[in-house]
């Protein structure tokens, strides 16, 4: 089956020597396709300011709160992915996560008394249903997403009030059941952190070199092999620091060590969105849908069916979000800011490199993006910066991102 | 440049194309027979004859708004004649939805050429009809695949095919839109101005492009303004003036001017140079 490549020559423009990979590299970080570069290094100048500024940042302690606290930013960012891949938005998705948080925190307490992983059930239901219900809105009256999901933040905060006021709890509705509170507050056991960590780094290279190793049998022009091994090395060593982090005692009091169950929800959902963006139809044609509507249409996609698809996936998605913020703050309030959330949410995908005009994007740029607005937070908090400098700072890193995305844009519509 | 294997059909010698006498081996791919198309009171089309042979390339010329666009949209199924027949292989068929016209195997490649830049060009080429495996896309069969219909077309100039669609030029874009439409085993290739945004080089790229299509015994139905394109690539012409059909014919029996002649006055008269239509 192989093809003679005297006419195409290659797979990554001369990508077959460690040399061609690097000018390769540049050649896609200019053309705005490798957008995930810039922003690792972005976050590694953060990082390394902020370690700096105080040496606490880059303590065990520290690190896992900081990863705690991106998953939330991390999970909404893709519920908006799938969006934002269509050219679409949803306003209304912290407002949808907290209402899924309201169910299960309500069906979990003395009154009710389900079962968690039920009450987990009905809560994602409840914001697939929402993503459905404003997906068929907007798709069937062709209404833009914008106006009917700011409809629904104004809405979905009214239903959270009426909800958790109705409780007669003052406004708040605490997390008593253990497996919800220990969603975030709970770790895997240092042995479990070990064979977790493991497990997902063997799933990774195995697929990294299976899809290496396919190519080549095929004839087709593959990364060379040093190349895919520095990867998968790069991949290990990230895995296994990662693990010494968590495995370190951060207690004062009491030993606390391991991984939150919080990192292997966001390394699932990452893994899951992943999947159906590159490995599916489904995903394919939302790309394709964000690129270019009418082709798509004209190729015999059935557009709508799809947007409905993404729409449902951010339901689903804002669900298991919702889920981990009431276990962060244990409980849930009628105060939620659900408005600022989503504000963040859309700041973390395009800070990752998603573009706010649909077509480019991936999963990981939502955990990347996450990664980011919480470094910003967390690091501004240690070094005692003011809630005002916070705002500012995120708001030019914000603004950096989306100048980035916009010329990239510019720079791939040249021909 | 040579016959691929796996074509199907050869190249129709030039003498007996495009004939409908009753004597003739096969009939042509495509026959219009009196398409009108009206939209409310305005007569787009008037009582259109027309036949396109297998392994030629026939060139639809006419002025703005003679019914060029309308006449292709009706055999893409876009636009459903008001009245009319149209046969198939000698077949009478109904093109009532672009879909039926897709499953006999016309495509159209519009000029807009209804690509997605954000996508490579494996994923445009496969966009709507995707090889899977184990439910899958198998990457590695659409990517072979697109390669060995680029290299067939001699397609030279794109640097990968994974390379993404927005960064080619107005020529490897045709290149890719006209690919596509050969990958899904069409018969028939409509193109609607497939160099009015190009320039000189990637002009020539094309026209040969159009050329390799008809000579792997594919019908090729070309819309153009630019009469030096259409002698260097035609082997059949035909002209329209306000809704008719005015001549069809061998480009032989034309030249640039009375080409231009017959598409600004309609030449007074409606016959065909080959007495093929009626």
């Known amino acids: 089956m192989t093809v003679s490549d005297d006419v ?54 520290n690190l896992t709160n900081l990863f705690v606290q991106a998953t939330i930013f991390i999970l909404l960012a893709m519920a908006e992915t799938w969006l934002l891949l269509l050219g679409e938005i949803d306003l209304s998705v912290g407002y949808v996560a907290a209402l899924g948080a309201t169910t299960a925190v309500i069906l979990l307490d003395a009154q009710f008394h389900w079962p968690w992983y039920l009450a987990i059930l009905l809560a994602i239901a409840v914001t697939t249903a929402i993503g459905v219900l404003q997906g068929l809105i907007i798709i069937k009256l062709r209404l833009p997403s914008f106006i009917v999901t700011l409809a629904g933040l104004l809405g979905w905060e009214g239903v959270l009030i009426f909800f958790v006021d109705r409780q007669g709890t003052g406004g708040t509705i605490p997390v008593q059941e253990k497996v919800l509170y220990d969603l975030v507050n709970g770790n895997l056991s240092p042995l479990a952190t070990w064979i977790f960590t493991a497990a997902s780094l063997m799933i990774f290279s195995w697929s990294i070199l299976r899809k290496d190793q396919s190519r080549r049998a095929s004839g087709l022009e593959a990364v060379p092999t040093a190349v895919t091994i520095l990867k998968v090395a790069a991949l290990v060593v990230a895995g296994i620091i990662l693990v010494l982090i968590f495995n370190t005692n951060r207690g004062t009091f009491t030993v606390l060590h391991g991984m939150p169950y919080a990192i292997p929800v966001d390394f699932v959902m990452l893994t899951g969105g992943g999947f159906i963006l590159t490995r599916t139809k489904a995903g394919r044609y939302i790309y394709a849908i964000g690129g270019n509507p009418e082709a798509a249409r004209r ?53 990752g490199g998603t573009s706010l005009f649909g077509g480019r994007g991936k999963i990981i740029h939502a955990v990347i993006g996450g990664m980011v607005i919480a470094t910003i937070y967390n690091g501004m908090a240690l070094i005692n910066m003011s809630a005002a400098t916070q705002f500012i700072a995120t708001a030019l890193v914000l603004l950096v991102a989306v100048t980035m995305d916009s010329v990239a844009r510019r720079s791939t519509a040249t021909r | 440049m040579t016959t691929t294997p796996g074509s199907t059909g050869s190249a129709m010698p ?45 060139a639809l010329i006419g002025d703005n708004g003679a019914g060029k666009s309308t006449l292709i949209k009706a055999i893409a199924g876009i636009y459903p004649p008001s009245s009319g027949e149209i046969y198939w292989e000698g077949e009478r068929v109904s093109l009532h939805s672009p879909r039926a ?30 090889a899977t495996k184990h439910l899958t896309l198998d990457e590695i069969t659409m990517e072979l695949e697109t390669r060995r219909v680029l290299n067939e077309l001699s397609v030279s100039t794109v640097r990968s095919v994974r390379q993404l669609v927005g960064s080619l030029s107005g020529g490897q874009r045709q290149a890719v839109a006209v690919a596509r439409a050969v990958m899904h085993e069409s018969k028939l290739v409509i193109m609607d101005e497939p160099t009015a945004a190009l320039g000189v080089s990637q002009t020539a790229q094309v026209l040969e492009l159009i050329t390799q299509l008809a000579s792997r015994g594919i019908a090729v139905l070309v819309i153009s303004h ?15 003036y306000l809704g008719t059909l005015v001549e069809s014919g061998p480009i032989s029996q034309y030249d640039t001017t009375r080409a231009v002649e017959l598409i600004t006055t309609g030449g007074g008269l409606r016959t065909n140079t080959d007495g093929s239509t009626r």
């Not at chain 2, 009939?27 to 392994?55: H, T």
Request: net charge negative.
């Open chain 2, 226 to 240: 630019n009469l030096n394109d259409v002698f260097a690539v035609a082997d059949r012409i035909a002209v329209m």
């Open chain 1, 299 to 351: 190729a015999g996609v059935a557009v709508d069916r799809y947007r409905l698809l993404a729409f449902t996936l951010t339901g689903v998605t804002a669900g298991v979000a919702g889920l981990i913020y009431a276990s962060r703050l244990g409980g849930i309030s009628d105060g939620v800011d659900g408005g600022n959330l989503v504000l963040l949410a859309v700041a973390s995908a395009v800070i």
């Open chain 1, 8 to 61: 195409m020559v290659d797979h990554d423009g001369g990508a077959s020597s460690p040399r061609g990979v690097v000018t390769a590299l540049w050649t896609k970080v200019r053309r705005g396709e490798a957008t995930l570069l810039p922003i690792l290094l972005g976050l590694a100048v953060l990082v390394i300011y902020f370690q700096i500024r105080n040496s606490v940042f880059l303590s065990a302690g």
């Open chain 2, 14 to 58: 030039r003498e007996d194309m495009g004939t409908g006498d009753p004597g003739a081996v096969a009939p042509p791919l495509l026959q219009l027979r009196g398409i009108s198309k009206n939209f409310g009171a305005v007569e787009a089309l008037k009582r259109v004859d027309l036949d396109v042979p297998r392994g030629v390339v026939t």
């Open chain 2, 101 to 130: 016209a897709e499953a006999l195997g016309i495509a159209t490649v519009y000029q807009d050429l209804a690509l997605c830049d954000n996508l490579d060009i494996v994923q445009n080429m496969y966009l709507g009809h995707e």
